[in-house]
């Protein structure tokens, strides 16, 4: 391919490093994308597009049309969509509780290794929900959870140990007395938001620019957390450079440990480039003068999107923009 034809597509294609803009029709745009690859039976976006009803994102806040999604994705296997389906006949939400189907939902996850799905298993054992009350099956499953990482768990276990401890003094008759060996407690707070807030987040080894960290301040919104870059960030477009600060809300943040983070940029000052002059192939061919890119002050036209997970304490897992996975770990 001709050189200046090579470099020409690649000044046309350059990715942004920028992004933004909170208008519902970036939303819009991804709801229908997502919806036609659910309908054509992709099993992620059925997932995605429940929770996008589930959120009201892209689309109008419909729980009923959110557990119908899931459940698509659930009977082709998807782990969380099973958990979600199990979580929402367990509460209500969406569709008439049903403890038994409950059940089984949870189970299947649970079964899969997923965290959360074990964790509130556990509480229909202890709780006597469609399942009979069994202690000992209940804190099998909160260590289960606790082991796999689920923030709430540890609390859990630790009650539920010395529920069953006493449990079985109470029974016990002419025991010799032992020593009791308790697991060291892991202190998590009983209210995520302030877990998160309290943090300070690494995304690799670099602070967090969209959660609470040493570059980040946040502060509690009532409808999560709102937060926004202490400093000037620098950024550069091919040969324009620019300043810019993130502005970022967490918001639905659930009792499974779930939230979702809408980021954009907003550029506060340019500096553009000098335009690119490619000389023709020979003496006869002018040459070319490619325009340098152009970046506007103000929030930028893109929104990102992260679909996060709070694995334990110390770590979260996120999906950005439905695509490229990211791991923040807490400093």
Not at 14 to 31: G, H, K, M, R
Not at 54 to 83: I, P, R, Y
Not at 153 to 175: G, I
Not at 285 to 312: A, W, Y
Request: hydrophobic residues 35%; glycine residues 6%; charged residues 25%.
């Amino acid at each position: 391919m001709n050189t200046k034809i090579l470099l020409l597509i690649t000044l046309v294609f350059l990715p942004s490093y920028i992004s933004a803009d909170t208008s519902d029709y970036v939303w819009n745009e991804q709801f229908s994308k997502k919806i036609a690859e659910a309908e054509a039976g992709k099993t992620r976006s059925q997932y995605d597009v429940g929770n996008m009803y589930l959120k009201g994102q892209g689309t109008g806040f419909d729980e009923a049309k959110a557990f119908s999604w899931f459940t698509k994705a659930a009977k082709n296997g998807h782990v969380k969509s099973q958990f979600k389906i199990g979580f929402m006949l367990l509460n209500g939400t969406g569709v008439k509780k049903n403890y038994a189907k409950a059940e089984k939902w949870l189970r299947k996850a649970a079964n899969k290794k997923y965290a959360p799905a074990q964790y509130y298993l556990a509480g229909m054992y202890r709780d006597g929900k469609y399942l009979s009350k069994n202690y000992d099956k209940s804190l099998f499953w909160f260590k289960k959870a606790k082991i796999n990482g689920f923030w709430k768990a540890a609390n859990e276990y630790e009650k539920m140990f010395a529920l069953v401890q006493r449990s079985k003094a109470r029974t016990s008759r002419a025991v010799t007395p032992r020593t009791v060996v308790k697991p060291k407690p892991v202190v998590v707070s009983d209210d995520l938001r302030d877990l998160l807030l309290d943090a300070r987040w690494l995304e690799g080894r670099k602070p967090a620019r969209y959660l609470p960290s040493s570059v980040t301040q946040c502060e509690k919104k009532r409808s999560g957390l709102a937060c926004a870059s202490m400093k000037d960030i620098n950024g550069k477009r091919g040969n324009t450079t620019f300043k810019y600060r993130i502005v970022a809300t967490l918001k639905n943040i659930s009792e499974s440990g779930e939230f979702s983070v809408v980021y954009n940029n907003n550029v506060l000052s340019v500096v553009p480039g000098k335009p690119l002059t490619i000389p023709g192939d020979d003496d006869e061919e002018p040459p070319t003068i490619v325009p340098s890119p152009v970046v506007k002050l103000g929030f930028q036209r893109t929104v990102h999107n992260l679909d996060c997970q709070l694995v334990n304490s110390k770590q979260i897992n996120c999906i950005k923009d439905y695509g490229r996975s990211i791991k923040l770990t807490r400093q």
